[in-house]
């Protein structure tokens, strides 16, 4: 990947998604893969792949599929209504989300400067948080996370060894300085694919990755639906936005 020749100033612009969808989604409770589960009738990978091809700006979007489901999830791209100015591609995923999101970026052209990776559990993202963070990645930041002041206050805790036994409280970070982090979180390409190529261990973002290497990330406002479904009741959350946009819509 990395002998990867520099971009034209054209190609360093065009953008490209990888959304990882190769996760199993426990904490949703037993059923399908997370990402097949439906919204309003529709698999929620379908939504977040619309999230990201709503915007202009995106040319390709490759899905990370579990690899026991790259056919399911390209038949399901195959018969739901997409973009036709938009490329899509699907690759089988790893056992982690890093890995994952490896795979996505080995599958990518040469000529897409700037990637943004986007979780698929994170269906319904507005496509001005997406615009504006390849925005900021065009105007020169190399790493870009949306993300949104916290409503609770958080405690570092010494975590228990059995759940649900009491945990000895550590520290109160000052809340006003933490931030939620969501996604997509946008890259300059060569520095992302230097991060997966250099940094191990876990990390639960790719911009973490990025800090790692001692690269700058910025964070810009990120959408309260923005929010990723994890847990039952995120699904009622869910289904609640979209009612809201068909309601919305249709005034
Ligand atoms: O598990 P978590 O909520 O952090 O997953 C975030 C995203 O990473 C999800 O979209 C999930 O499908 C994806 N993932 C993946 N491959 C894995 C694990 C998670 O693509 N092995």
């Not at 698999?43 to 915007?55: D, F, T």
């Not at 490896?102 to 615009?131: K, Q």
């Not at 000895?168 to 997509?184: F, G, I, N, W």
């Amino acid at each position: 990947m990395s002998d990867v020749s520099p971009p034209t100033p054209a190609e360093a612009a065009r953008t490209a998604v990888v959304i990882p969808a190769a996760g199993r989604g426990v904490r949703l409770g037993p059923g399908a893969p997370k990402a097949l589960r439906t919204l309003n009738g529709v698999p929620m990978l379908i939504h977040a792949v619309r999230a990201m091809a709503a915007s202009r700006a995106v040319g390709l979007v490759v899905v990370v599929a579990p690899p026991d489901g790259t056919a399911e999830v390209k038949s399901l791209l195959d018969t739901h209504a997409l973009p036709d100015r938009t490329d899509f591609v699907v690759v089988s995923g790893g056992e982690t989300r890093q890995e994952s999101v490896r795979a996505g970026l080995d599958a990518l052209p040469p000529e897409y400067g700037i990637v943004l990776v986007h979780d698929a559990a994170r269906p319904l993202v507005p496509v001005d948080t997406v615009d504006a963070v390849i925005e900021a990645v065009r105007e020169g930041a190399v790493a870009v996370v949306p993300a949104l002041p916290l409503a609770d206050t958080v405690k570092e805790v010494e975590p228990a060894a059995a759940p649900g036994d009491p945990e000895p409280v550590l520290a109160t970070p000052e809340r006003a300085r933490l931030r939620a982090v969501q996604t997509p979180q946008g890259f300059d390409r060569a520095t992302l694919v230097r991060a997966h190529e250099t940094v191990t261990g876990a990390v639960t973002d790719d911009a973490g990755m990025v800090e790692r290497l001692g690269e700058p990330v910025v964070a810009v406002p990120g959408h309260e639906e923005a929010f990723k479904v994890t847990r039952p009741l995120d699904l009622v959350l869910a289904e609640a936005v979209l009612a809201r946009r068909r309601l919305n819509d249709g005034f």
